[in-house]
């Protein structure tokens, strides 16, 4: 719900000497008026509640405003002893602090069980918005202008047509009077003047969206008489190129996010992959477990988010360096006390690592319980980037996406160029040569595995903000990320991002023709058929490394 | 892997189990516990069997069944369907139950079903489900469809305006039936087929994008739509997170599921939910003294205060009052008696109305809208004007128009009335 900032009582003055109105002194029989009709929003049904609303708007009280803002809200309240309506500040709090509805000061404090909320559903909220947005057109803030505007050309009669014109006047943001001049074009298409129409028209046509596009249309139908709902020829066939015009844009931009859905699935994709890239690539382990890690990493995150609930905002950053820790230490114990006996015996590794996955998981369910726990995203990463009407791109992917790349690269920087990096690359390559050269293999071995770990707990992070995390959380993921490891050719880094990128991108470019489950289907079957022609995976490994395995 | 995870973890249920032989004192009526306890349902499932528990508790402190105490035997199906049948033959072979409380998901009441009508068991299944069934040897107290999918849909085409359809669910045998049942009645209702869409996404599905992006492509076509969920379980809150980073709200674009309660919300950041709605036949907000009883017997017994109450916790209430209300008039508990004595008893509900059992051994239930609010709970918009009695085959179907069930006078759950022929799950 959006909280619209409670204007200054001038913006309120402001509007009343628009409309004609002269606000009465305190307790006047206005607001004995104002009072009553507020009183009956207590026992009204939702449909009488929007009718009270918009009598309330109607009287011109100065408290109008506040009193629906509170009511859309839900921050109506009344006093169960006295049945008296007051606004309360916030709803969460207990006390609720309250509000007077006429004078808007303070009116002390009340238990939040002496006091009763008043319900809105989605039919009132809706009018309520509306109204709301009559008067939040005079709003400080830019955003809260332009939502108004958009909210009011949904039903644009007369006196909304009128304050719009009125705000063009003094309007000098530009995204807001290009939201006003879409608003009166779609007003004008009403109009009797046909040359007003093409105008309109013409101003429309650099608009994308959806809702304009609608509204265009229509002028092309016919009446159920069969006659056109638009006479005039020449509007009609302006109006059929402005549609023409606005759907191609859309499609244009549709793919666009086709591109950028299939973009932040692939990042998904090797954000859960690129640990598995190290242990089970660099190393040679099957490492069944690699998606409990994950799991851990989710479950840090929610741990700090309950030890710092009031910076929910930055938790998700601390998450980060202690979910890599949590991991790397469980990683760096399972290769010190199971996977290092088990070296070049894969099938008991992945045995043995099968094992502690079903330990982690029940672990986990003796701690926190088999319920899923609730995650808070930040309200950095909730909502979207509006790039234009037709393009919306949510933060929380796109935040992904950047993420990624930011893991990937700092992997290939520790790999390429780090004195530990140096040492895993050349007990890879070959280990008894490592080992002459001084190099402590399993010093490193126990690194590498942590290394790997503790990315995986970092893509656990990631994941808590996609997805539910509960103790099945590693289970949905740990299938994707060895399929993108093996298609990508184990063993290589680059072969991960390519594959998991094209994976994301394949599958999100099915979707839309084949359903979620068709399109997951062919992704197999054709990795099957790929890795039936090149079995080591796009990028295989050359050299004699690839020989020892 | 799943699949791997779920069948190791039965098998050490099973092996545990071996040793887990309860000593039956002779004095006692078993009640039998089919839910799940360990695997993907055991979210759902442990609640009602601590709610079957919690009664038998609260029976045997007012003195049992005709002077009897009651004696729950617990076996855990671990969210194992051919294991569900396993354990109901045990129930019913071995530990001889008077009656069985149990199953959730419809896979698993199907696997049970050959058990319980070879063995003359007695089921009561406390979960809305897809209808098209009448067996002699259950009792549905959960909603069938025509007391939860179609008023939903009727009220947002009445109340709301719904010209368009999203029909969103998981891939799985509720959502299908329920989703071709709902079809149907559109298109009757002069819907046209390109104002429904129709899509299915697998279990704990989490990449909603694509999908939320084409509602809200399918929902800007200028007419009012709305989406009716049948998504299930875990894939709902990346879902509704989804079309709350979209900026689809509630007022745009309902969304009305069928499988997200109280229970369901508990674990969830429920603040882009504001708004959805929900259709069941019981909500924990609603004031009633029964239900503030209920609740309070609740949270004592679970000692959680915090704990919620949901609509398949209800419908165990009201069939394990139905079972003491009919042993009681009866004076017997043979499960043959009490099923031919079953239809016709009424117990109060805990909204303040009353649950019949009807001939087809569904019963009466209120149906309720509500819309999230932020506490979690569900704020009541719409109710049904009395009871609605359930159908157990749907009247939208072609397929099934004309069956009727009937274990009174027709004693048949599959009556076709007009070739007059009792087919299918017959009885002598």
């Given at each position: 719900?959006?909280?619209?900032?409670t204007?200054?009582?001038w913006?309120?003055?402001?509007?009343?000497?628009?409309?004609?109105?002269?606000?009465?002194?305190?307790?006047?029989?206005?607001?004995?008026?104002?009072?009553?009709?507020?009183?009956?929003?207590?026992?009204?049904?939702?449909?009488?509640?929007a009718?009270?609303?918009?009598?309330?708007g109607?009287?011109?009280?100065p408290?109008?405003?506040?009193?629906?803002?509170?009511?859309?809200?839900?921050?109506?309240?009344?006093?169960?002893?006295?049945?008296?309506?007051?606004?309360?500040?916030s709803?969460?709090?207990?006390?609720?602090?309250?509000?007077?509805?006429?004078?808007?000061?303070?009116?002390?404090?009340?238990?939040?069980?002496?006091?009763?909320?008043i319900?809105?559903?989605?039919?009132?909220?809706?009018?309520?918005?509306?109204?709301?947005a009559?008067?939040?057109?005079?709003s400080?803030?830019?955003?809260?202008r332009?939502?108004?505007?958009r909210?009011?050309?949904?039903?644009?009669?007369?006196?909304?047509?009128?304050?719009?014109?009125?705000?063009?006047?003094?309007?000098?943001?530009?995204?807001?009077?290009k939201?006003?001049?879409?608003?009166?074009?779609?007003a004008?298409?009403?109009?009797?003047?046909?040359?007003?129409?093409?105008?309109?028209?013409a101003?429309?046509?650099?608009?994308?969206?959806?809702?304009?596009?609608?509204?265009?249309?229509?002028?092309?139908?016919?009446?159920?008489?069969?006659s056109?709902?638009?006479?005039?020829?020449?509007?009609?066939?302006?109006?059929?190129?402005?549609?023409?015009?606005?759907d191609?844009?859309?499609?244009?931009?549709?793919?666009?996010?086709?591109?950028?859905?299939?973009?932040?699935?692939?990042?998904?994709?090797?954000?859960?992959?690129?640990?598995?890239?190290i242990?089970?690539?660099?190393?040679g382990?099957?490492?069944?477990?690699?998606?409990?890690l994950?799991?851990?990493?989710?479950?840090?995150?929610?741990?700090?988010q309950?030890?710092?609930?009031?910076?929910?905002?930055?938790?998700?950053?601390?998450?980060?360096?202690?979910?890599f820790?949590?991991?790397g230490?469980?990683?760096?114990?399972?290769?010190?006390?199971?996977?290092?006996?088990?070296?070049?015996?894969?099938?008991?590794?992945?045995?043995?690592?099968?094992?502690?996955?079903?330990?982690?998981?029940?672990?986990?369910?003796?701690?926190?319980?088999?319920?899923?726990?609730?995650?808070?995203?930040?309200?950095w990463?909730?909502?979207?980037?509006?790039?234009?009407?037709?393009l919306?791109?949510?933060?929380?992917?796109?935040?992904?996406?950047?993420?990624?790349?930011?893991?990937?690269?700092?992997?290939?920087?520790?790999?390429?160029?780090?004195?530990?990096?140096?040492?895993?690359?050349?007990?890879s390559?070959?280990?008894?040569?490592?080992?002459?050269?001084?190099?402590?293999?399993q010093?490193?071995d126990?690194?590498?595995?942590?290394?790997?770990?503790?990315?995986?707990?970092?893509?656990?992070?990631?994941?808590?903000?996609?997805?539910?995390?509960?103790?099945?959380?590693?289970?949905?993921y740990?299938?994707?990320?060895?399929?993108v490891?093996?298609?990508?050719?184990?063993g290589?880094?680059?072969?991960?991002?390519i594959?998991?990128?094209?994976?994301?991108?394949?599958?999100?470019?099915?979707e839309?023709?084949?359903?979620?489950?068709?399109?997951?289907?062919?992704?197999?079957?054709?990795?099957?058929?790929?890795?039936?022609?090149?079995?080591?995976?796009?990028?295989p490994?050359?050299?004699?490394?690839?020989?020892?395995? | 892997?799943?699949?791997?995870?779920?069948?190791?973890?039965?098998?050490?249920?099973?092996?545990?189990?071996?040793?887990?032989?309860?000593?039956?004192?002779?004095?006692?009526?078993?009640?039998?516990?089919?839910?799940?306890?360990?695997?993907?349902?055991?979210?759902?499932?442990?609640?009602?069997?601590?709610?079957?528990?919690?009664m038998?508790?609260?029976?045997?402190?007012?003195?049992?069944?005709?002077?009897?105490?009651?004696?729950?035997?617990?076996?855990?199906?671990?969210?194992?369907?051919?294991?569900?049948?396993?354990?109901?033959a045990?129930?019913?072979?071995?530990?001889?139950?008077?009656?069985?409380?149990g199953?959730?998901?419809?896979?698993?009441?199907?696997?049970?079903?050959?058990?319980?009508e070879?063995?003359?068991?007695l089921?009561?299944?406390?979960?809305?489900?897809?209808?098209?069934?009448?067996?002699?040897?259950?009792?549905?107290?959960?909603?069938?469809?025509?007391?939860?999918?179609?008023p939903?849909?009727?009220?947002?085409?009445?109340?709301?305006g719904?010209?368009?359809?999203?029909?969103?669910?998981?891939?799985?045998v509720?959502?299908?039936?329920?989703?071709?049942?709902?079809?149907?009645?559109?298109?009757?209702?002069g819907?046209?087929?390109?104002?429904?869409?129709?899509?299915?996404?697998?279990f704990g599905?989490?990449?909603?994008?694509?999908?939320?992006?084409?509602?809200?492509?399918?929902?800007?076509?200028?007419?009012?739509?709305?989406v009716?969920?049948?998504?299930?379980?875990?894939?709902?809150?990346?879902?509704y997170?989804?079309?709350?980073?979209?900026?689809?709200?509630?007022?745009?674009?309902?969304?009305v599921?069928?499988?997200?309660?109280?229970?369901?919300?508990?674990?969830?950041?429920?603040?882009?939910?504001?708004?959805?709605?929900?259709?069941?036949?019981?909500?924990?907000?609603?004031?009633?003294?029964?239900?503030?009883?209920?609740?309070?017997?609740?949270?004592?017994?679970?000692?959680?205060?915090?704990?919620?109450?949901?609509d398949?916790?209800?419908?165990?209430?009201?069939?394990?009052n139905?079972?003491?209300?009919?042993?009681?008039?009866?004076?017997?508990?043979?499960?043959e008696?009490?099923?031919?004595?079953?239809?016709g008893?009424?117990?109060?509900?805990?909204?303040?109305?009353?649950?019949?059992?009807?001939?087809?051994?569904?019963?009466?239930?209120?149906?309720?809208?509500?819309?999230?609010?932020?506490?979690?709970?569900?704020?009541?918009?719409?109710?049904?004007?009395?009871?609605?009695?359930?159908?157990?085959?749907?009247?939208?179907?072609?397929?099934s128009?004309?069956?009727?069930?009937?274990?009174?006078?027709?004693?048949?759950?599959?009556?076709?009335?007009?070739?007059?022929?009792?087919?299918?799950?017959?009885?002598?």
């Amino acid at each position: 719900m959006k909280r619209l900032p409670t204007g200054g009582q001038w913006l309120t003055m402001l509007l009343l000497a628009l409309v004609g109105v002269v606000p009465g002194r305190a307790q006047s029989p206005k607001d004995a008026a104002f009072l009553s009709t507020l009183g009956e929003l207590r026992e009204a049904s939702y449909s009488d509640k929007a009718t009270i609303a918009e009598r309330l708007g109607q009287s011109g009280h100065p408290s109008v405003r506040a009193v629906l803002t509170a009511l859309l809200d839900s921050r109506l309240y009344y006093r169960n002893s006295d049945q008296k309506i007051f606004i309360v500040k916030s709803a969460d709090a207990d006390p609720l602090s309250l509000i007077d509805p006429l004078s808007l000061k303070s009116a002390g404090s009340a238990a939040a069980s002496d006091m009763t909320q008043i319900g809105t559903n989605n039919g009132l909220r809706s009018v309520l918005r509306m109204t709301v947005a009559h008067y939040s057109l005079s709003s400080p803030d830019a955003s809260v202008r332009t939502d108004a505007v958009r909210e009011m050309s949904r039903s644009l009669d007369e006196p909304a047509v009128a304050l719009l014109r009125q705000r063009l006047g003094v309007e000098t943001n530009s995204g807001v009077r290009k939201e006003i001049a879409t608003a009166l074009a779609l007003a004008a298409l009403e109009g009797p003047d046909g040359k007003a129409r093409l105008d309109a028209i013409a101003t429309l046509k650099s608009s994308v969206d959806q809702d304009v596009r609608n509204r265009l249309a229509l002028l092309l139908g016919k009446n159920g008489d069969g006659s056109f709902v638009e006479s005039d020829e020449n509007v009609r066939k302006a109006a059929a190129g402005a549609v023409a015009t606005i759907d191609h844009w859309r499609t244009f931009y549709s793919g666009f996010e086709t591109l950028f859905f299939g973009l932040s699935l692939g990042s998904v994709l090797v954000l859960i992959a690129v640990g598995l890239a190290i242990t089970f690539g660099v190393m040679g382990v099957i490492n069944m477990a690699h998606g409990e890690l994950m799991m851990l990493g989710a479950y840090t995150t929610y741990v700090v988010q309950s030890a710092m609930p009031d910076h929910i905002g930055i938790s998700i950053v601390v998450a980060i360096p202690a979910a890599f820790i949590v991991a790397g230490l469980v990683g760096v114990l399972m290769e010190r006390t199971i996977i290092r006996f088990l070296y070049g015996r894969p099938l008991e590794t992945l045995l043995a690592t099968f094992g502690v996955s079903l330990i982690l998981q029940q672990t986990v369910r003796s701690i926190f319980s088999a319920n899923n726990r609730s995650v808070v995203t930040p309200d950095w990463m909730s909502g979207s980037l509006r790039l234009n009407d037709a393009l919306d791109i949510t933060w929380n992917r796109l935040y992904i996406i950047i993420f990624t790349m930011i893991v990937f690269s700092l992997i290939l920087l520790v790999l390429k160029r780090t004195r530990i990096g140096l040492d895993i690359r050349a007990v890879s390559q070959n280990r008894a040569m490592a080992r002459a050269m001084g190099i402590r293999t399993q010093w490193v071995d126990a690194m590498t595995f942590g290394l790997g770990s503790g990315v995986a707990g970092v893509a656990g992070v990631a994941l808590s903000q996609l997805t539910n995390v509960g103790p099945n959380l590693g289970q949905s993921y740990i299938i994707d990320s060895f399929m993108v490891v093996v298609f990508g050719g184990v063993g290589n880094l680059w072969g991960s991002l390519i594959g998991g990128m094209s994976m994301g991108m394949v599958n999100e470019l099915l979707e839309p023709y084949a359903g979620a489950v068709l399109a997951k289907i062919f992704v197999l079957i054709a990795l099957i058929l790929f890795i039936q022609a090149r079995p080591r995976g796009l990028f295989p490994q050359k050299g004699r490394a690839a020989e020892d395995r | 892997m799943k699949r791997n995870a779920v069948y190791m973890s039965a098998w050490l249920l099973i092996a545990g189990f071996a040793f887990s032989k309860g000593a039956a004192a002779q004095d006692t009526i078993k009640v039998g516990v089919l839910h799940s306890l360990s695997g993907t349902m055991a979210i759902s499932e442990t609640t009602l069997k601590d709610t079957v528990l919690m009664m038998i508790d609260a029976q045997n402190k007012k003195g049992g069944v005709m002077g009897k105490k009651l004696e729950a035997v617990v076996v855990d199906p671990a969210s194992n369907w051919p294991l569900f049948a396993e354990k109901a033959a045990q129930l019913l072979e071995k530990d001889k139950v008077a009656v069985t409380f149990g199953c959730w998901t419809s896979v698993s009441r199907k696997s049970v079903l050959p058990v319980f009508e070879k063995d003359d068991g007695l089921l009561f299944y406390p979960v809305q489900y897809e209808g098209e069934e009448s067996s002699k040897n259950v009792i549905y107290t959960g909603a069938a469809p025509n007391q939860q999918a179609i008023p939903a849909v009727d009220y947002l085409m009445k109340e709301v305006g719904v010209k368009r359809w999203v029909l969103e669910g998981t891939d799985y045998v509720y959502p299908r039936t329920t989703n071709k049942i709902l079809e149907a009645y559109l298109l009757g209702k002069g819907v046209a087929p390109a104002d429904i869409s129709i899509n299915y996404t697998p279990f704990g599905y989490s990449d909603w994008q694509a999908r939320v992006a084409a509602i809200k492509k399918f929902g800007s076509a200028g007419k009012k739509t709305a989406v009716v969920s049948t998504i299930n379980g875990d894939a709902n809150v990346p879902f509704y997170k989804e079309l709350g980073n979209q900026k689809i709200s509630a007022e745009d674009i309902p969304v009305v599921a069928f499988s997200v309660g109280e229970e369901e919300l508990s674990g969830v950041d429920t603040k882009p939910l504001v708004g959805e709605l929900a259709a069941w036949n019981y909500f924990e907000s609603i004031n009633t003294p029964a239900n503030k009883a209920f609740i309070n017997q609740w949270h004592a017994f679970i000692k959680n205060p915090k704990r919620t109450t949901n609509d398949p916790m209800e419908a165990t209430y009201i069939g394990f009052n139905l079972w003491v209300k009919t042993v009681e008039k009866i004076k017997s508990t043979d499960p043959e008696k009490v099923i031919a004595a079953l239809p016709g008893m009424e117990t109060p509900n805990l909204t303040g109305g009353t649950a019949k059992v009807l001939p087809n051994h569904h019963i009466t239930k209120p149906v309720y809208i509500g819309e999230v609010k932020a506490d979690g709970q569900f704020n009541v918009v719409w109710k049904s004007a009395g009871e609605v009695p359930g159908d157990a085959w749907s009247d939208f179907l072609p397929g099934s128009k004309n069956i009727e069930a009937d274990w009174v006078t027709l004693k048949c759950g599959n009556y076709n009335t007009v070739t007059k022929k009792c087919s299918g799950q017959n009885y002598k």
